[in-house]
């Protein structure tokens, strides 16, 4: 039997008509949520993402602001704005589009933003109470893995998840909100030298890799459910996940698709922090 398909568009969809309530809810309270993105340079795929973002709060109904600098911004005027941002009220959360010019230090930055802004999720601060379980602002990609999982209404508790690859935005966070949820979680990475065993011992399997249709059926146990983070851009211009969705279709149990799985997402749960950051700034429960 086919694997049944995790739809992240669908998930995505019903997430945000949530946060439009919220949203109507605490306009009524004289609070409007508010993003700024700031982009340096004139890298095409951060535009496109920039551009996403502030349609995104557009059809919200948050405020935003997008900050568009020159590829040459000295790092000093990008703090200058930051410690800007951190101080206006109209701005509850605050995005730096990475990468950023190499003349700039993308860890001073992260580490500028105020935490209570951080919506990315990466400033240390965050990333330590996250690994702690403490109440902070979860990085937008991994907390939108957790709510797919959740939302298709698969128990994560008491499983066995595998994680394929340890990045700081993507491995490493997801491994830590799947053990939060009380899963039995193993880490593996290019150094893991019998993956494809490993891997086909988990309940929930997710892959972040960045290698396009690198994980065949071999690593998947019959009616696992995969959770495909890559996104890839092949020779013929289609783009294509860590996972060769059409080999693995007849052995899992679920599976996210690409496009249309994870991706629509995680500008959803950027959406959402930024939410959550009003809420939080004004007392309001979250
Ligand atoms: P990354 O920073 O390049 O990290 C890749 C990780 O995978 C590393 O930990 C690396 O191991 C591991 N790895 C690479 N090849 C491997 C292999 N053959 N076997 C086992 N492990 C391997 O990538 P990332 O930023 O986490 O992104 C991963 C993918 O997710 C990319 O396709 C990216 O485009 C996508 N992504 C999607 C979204 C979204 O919104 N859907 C968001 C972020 C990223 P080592 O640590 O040992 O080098």
Sequence with gaps: MSAQRIEGKQISDAIRAEIVQETAELKKKGIVPGL??????????????????????????????????????????????????????????????????????????????????????????SVGNLVIGDVSLLPCTPAGVIEMIKRTGIEIAGKHAVVIGRSNIVGKPVAMLLLREHATVTVCHSKTPNMEEIARTADILVVAIGKAKAIGASYVKPGAVVIDVGINRLE???????????????????????????????ITMLMLNTLKAAKQTHAIGV
């Design 36 to 125: 700024a993105v700031v982009l340096v340079g004139e890298d095409p795929a951060s535009k496109v993402y920039v551009g996403s973002k502030a349609k995104a709060c557009e059809q919200l109904g948050f405020y935003s602001e997008v900050h568009r600098l020159a590829e040459n911004t000295s790092q000093s005027d990008l703090l200058a704005l930051i410690e800007k941002l951190n101080k206006q009220d109209s701005i509850h959360g605050i995005l730096v589009q990475l990468p950023l010019p190499k003349h700039i230090d993308e860890k001073a930055v992260i580490d500028a933003i105020s935490v209570h802004k951080d919506v990315d999720g990466f400033h240390p601060v």
């Design 236 to 266: 013929d211009g289609k783009l294509a996940g860590d996972v060769d969705y059409d080999a693995v279709l007849e052995t899992a149990g679920y599976i996210t698709p690409v496009p249309g799985g994870v991706g629509p997402m995680t």
